[in-house]
């Protein structure tokens, strides 16, 4: 029987190069409060976590996390590790519900179910590389023959410059693109035509035969929400997402029984149950909890069976290995999120500094190699002179 023999966590600190924030950049939750500096500081993350777990034949699997890294990695070293270390990692879901419960005083949201995932990733990349295949195929194979793909990215600034971003990526025939509001309650009704204008721009350029996705990233509230629906439904947005913050269930509710444009969220949600009651509440037209954060590969699945139930679509936050594997693998994930190679700016784009192995996107589709065991990815050494990394 194959044990664990050893549990790894890593803090990536990026210290190379920057993008530097500009003005009304994305809406997020720390809006509404008065602010001196950048508001979106506290949602950039430049530093990452690597969980590499070790069996006694030293297969090696490796999992991320990028929510607080320095935190997950005090609670993995301390609480969750000890808890694996022994295990064979074909129990995966004796190993999830013990971390699961055994943390459930304080783990069930945020850095706790964060950990989880780190450590439940980096088992089925073991899982995989131990029965000699890729994950999807241990999760059920095929169920497309390319995985569609979205640009995600269009974050708000001059109009011009959104305009040749999106006419820059419509080269690579995106099956759909994703924009960012960058104003919201506070800037009152300039704030509105300023977001309103910047939705009709990329309209111009992507024009209407793909999906046009629009984020607010927790940024807006119940009211302005509703009043900027109407004024954006000529549009024909794919969906709003995370118009209001995330304990807001019934504000979400409220704002998709409006039928006006797909709400979508779940992004910030932490578990199967969460995720279960966005869906029974009818709170989102579309669910995008992040593997990252709902406790991995192990947790996805289940919300995956659920949401199908409810014939609610499921498109996972973020690119990234292990999203694209769950999307191959599930019917109703139909679509993926894609961030473009592109120097460090919020700190999505840390993952193609950190691993290799990400399939780029050809002609708005990607594909995943049947004979890659596991996510398919390694931790690269291209960029080490640009990060502190903490043991």
């Known amino acids: 029987m194959t044990k664990i023999k050893s549990v790894r966590a890593r803090v990536w600190n990026w210290t190379g190069p920057t993008v530097p924030p500009t003005g009304n950049f994305c809406t997020n939750a720390s809006d509404v409060l008065w602010d001196k500096g950048d508001a979106m500081s506290s949602f950039r993350f430049h530093n990452w976590l690597t969980c590499e777990i070790e069996t006694d034949d030293g297969t090696v699997g490796i999992g991320n ?64 590389k131990l029965a000699g295949k890729p994950v999807f195929k241990l999760l059920g194979g095929r169920t497309k023959e390319k995985i569609p793909v979205y640009y995600s990215k269009l974050y708000a600034g001059p109009i011009e410059t959104m305009q040749a971003e999106a006419e820059e990526a419509k080269k690579n025939n995106y099956q759909g693109y994703k924009m960012r509001f960058g104003w919201g309650p506070k800037d009152g009704m300039a704030g509105m035509r300023e977001n309103l204008k910047r939705v009709e721009a990329v309209r111009e350029v992507v024009g209407y035969d793909v999906d046009l996705m629009l984020e607010c990233y927790q940024g807006w509230n119940l009211d302005y929400t509703k009043r900027m629906l109407p004024k954006l439904a000529k549009y024909e947005p ?29 992004e910030h949600e932490f578990s199967v149950i969460g995720c279960k009651d966005l ?91 049947d004979n890659l065991p596991g996510l398919g990815i390694s931790i690269s050494d291209k960029h080490l002179e640009h990060f502190e990394i903490e043991e």
């Open 279 to 369: 869906l029974e509440k009818k709170a989102v037209s579309v669910l995008q909890y992040d593997t990252n954060r709902v406790g991995g590969i192990t947790a996805a699945q289940k919300i995956n069976a659920i949401a199908e139930a409810f014939q609610i679509p499921v498109i996972p936050h973020a690119g990234q290995m292990h999203n694209y594997h769950l999307t191959m693998a599930n019917a109703n994930c139909m679509i993926s999120e894609y961030f473009p190679v592109h120097d460090v700016e919020v700190g999505n784009e840390l993952f193609y500094y950190i691993f290799e192995g990400d399939p780029d996107a050809v002609d708005g589709f990607l594909d995943l190699d």
């Open 65 to 128: 996390a990028a929510l607080a890294p320095t935190i997950v990695k005090k609670a993995i070293d301390n609480w969750y590790a000890p808890m694996v270390i022994g295990e064979d990692p074909f129990d995966y879901a004796y190993i999830w519900e013990k971390m699961y419960r055994r943390s459930h005083a304080w783990g069930r949201k945020g850095i706790g179910m964060t950990a989880m995932s780190a450590i439940d990733l980096a088992i089925w990349d073991l899982l995989g």
């Open 238 to 266: 794919r969906w709003l997402e995370e118009p209001v913050i995330a304990d807001d269930v019934e504000g979400y509710r409220e704002l998709n029984a409006m039928n006006i444009v797909p709400i979508s969220g779940g």
